[in-house]
């Protein structure tokens, strides 16, 4: 059963840190890209970072970049979102996904909140 759980979120203050887990079952991990969008308040589900196959290609989104980083541990079948110097703007309900073709799989979110 193809199944994707993210980990991770939680409250922490403007400047802080939080690494996101998303833990994917080998029939949707192995061979596909895999990625983290978010819905923040008010705003229409945003990409935020990808990672290709082999983890050799990722991709930012422009507010993001340098501040975050995604990685993919191909043993474990997860994928992670490290995130650094978090804004209140970071905030949002953050999704992974796999993409397999032209189906991609979700996660059922996990909720960062960024106080200021």
């Known amino acids: 059963q193809a199944q994707l759980v993210e980990s991770g979120g939680g409250l922490v203050q403007a400047g802080g840190s939080l690494r996101l887990s998303c833990a994917a079952s080998?029939?949707?991990?192995?061979?596909?890209?895999m990625g983290w969008y978010r819905q923040s308040p008010g705003k229409q589900r945003e990409a935020v970072a990808s990672i290709s196959s082999d983890g050799g290609i990722t991709t930012y989104a422009d507010g993001v970049k340098g501040r975050f980083t995604i990685s993919r541990d191909n043993a474990r079948n997860t994928v992670y979102l490290r995130m650094s110097s978090l804004l209140p703007e970071d905030t949002g309900v953050y999704y992974c996904?796999?993409?397999?073709?032209?189906?991609?799989?979700w996660g059922q979110g996990t909720q960062v909140t960024v106080s200021s």
């Open positions: 996904y796999a993409r397999s073709g032209w189906t991609n799989y």
């Open positions: 080998r029939s949707i991990f192995n061979g596909n890209a």
